[in-house]
């Protein structure tokens, strides 16, 4: 009878858990900018809800979510000495919005590239209040109890950031136009065409190449509109040779796959403002884009 009686436990338990995995793998991956390590994490919340006295949690959603922030604030502290060491720029790790538009939340906060980046500003105590409040919309007196400080703390840690995050944030373009440019500046760079390229960029734009030391890629990012120009004309002519594009939706964005012999070996996108692109992202890590988005239309 025990048996049976645990196994139905179980069962509910698995239950549970599975219908609030969206929200926790949405939490755990704005924490940490990588849906691998995000993965690792909530099979850790899973395995620690299977062992603990479920008995005693009258809102296992709540205690869910409370493990799980409270997990990627230790992990992102561990992470980011990790990533002191990392080869060239480091940057997110782009997951598949096309089914799940809001991975996991009420909103698409917190979800584009160009406040990733930002995030990676924050304290990790800040980054989760932030996260909480602005893409999940939690209480701030239940943020308190989640990352264990009061109330008028969490308020504060949610404005600061606001704040960091408001003084480096450009106002985006519409999809449409992002789209158009990303299209604009794969053909300029397909072509090698300077003038092309310099006239979609912001005069300040950066373009960062992510390849984690494992395949060739700049080890510095690349800056200002006639340098990052010239950068994407000097290889143009080896570096397109014989590639396809596919555009995607990741990170609620419009993006682009780049294959080569069947294989993707970058996802690429752009962050734009009513200033041109200022943003350019070469995500090139193998480790990075193994699970890059299938589903797209083709461009060539």
């Known amino acids: 009878m025990g048996d049976g009686k645990d196994l139905e436990d179980l069962d509910q338990a698995a239950a549970t858990f599975q219908r609030v995995r969206p929200r926790l793998f949405g939490i ?23 062992t603990y006295d479920r008995s005693v949690v009258s809102e296992p959603e709540a205690f ?4 799980t922030t409270r997990l990627a604030i230790n992990a992102l502290q561990s992470a980011r000495v990790r990533r002191e060491t990392y080869v060239g720029p480091w940057l997110p790790e782009p997951v598949d919005t096309s089914a799940d538009p809001h991975l996991g ?3 698409g906060e917190a979800l584009g590239f160009a406040v990733l980046l930002l995030l990676e500003k924050l304290s990790p105590t800040e980054r989760a209040a932030y996260v909480l409040r602005k893409a999940f919309d939690y209480p701030y007196r239940q943020i308190a109890e989640i ?4 109330e008028v703390a969490v308020r504060q840690l949610v404005s600061r950031a606001g704040k960091h995050l408001d003084s480096g944030r450009r106002a985006p ?4 136009e992002q789209q158009r ?6 053909t300029a760079a397909r072509s090698g065409n300077i003038s092309a390229l310099e006239e979609l960029f912001a005069e300040d734009v950066i373009s960062y190449s992510d390849g984690g030391g494992a395949v060739r890629a700049s080890k510095f990012p690349v800056v200002g509109f006639v340098r990052v120009a010239k950068y994407h004309h000097a ?7 014989g590639v396809q594009v596919e555009l995607v939706d990741i990170n609620g964005q419009p993006g682009a796959l780049l294959r080569r012999d069947g294989q ?4 690429l996108t752009v962050n734009a403002s009513d200033q041109g692109i200022y943003q350019i992202l070469w995500m090139m890590n193998p480790a990075k884009i193994a699970s890059a988005p299938a589903a797209g239309r083709c461009h060539r």
């Open 173 to 176: 373009v519409s999809r449409n």
């Open 235 to 241: 290889f143009a002519n080896r570096f397109w040779v």
């Open 147 to 150: 990352i264990q400080v009061s």
């Open 105 to 107: 939340a009420e909103r």
């Open 181 to 186: 440019l990303l299209s604009a500046f794969v």
């Open 64 to 67: 869910l979510a409370t493990v």
């Open 264 to 267: 993707v070996f970058t996802v």
């Open 28 to 50: 755990a991956y704005r924490m940490l900018g990588s849906s691998t390590e995000a993965e690792d994490l909530v099979q850790d919340v899973w395995l620690r809800w299977q």
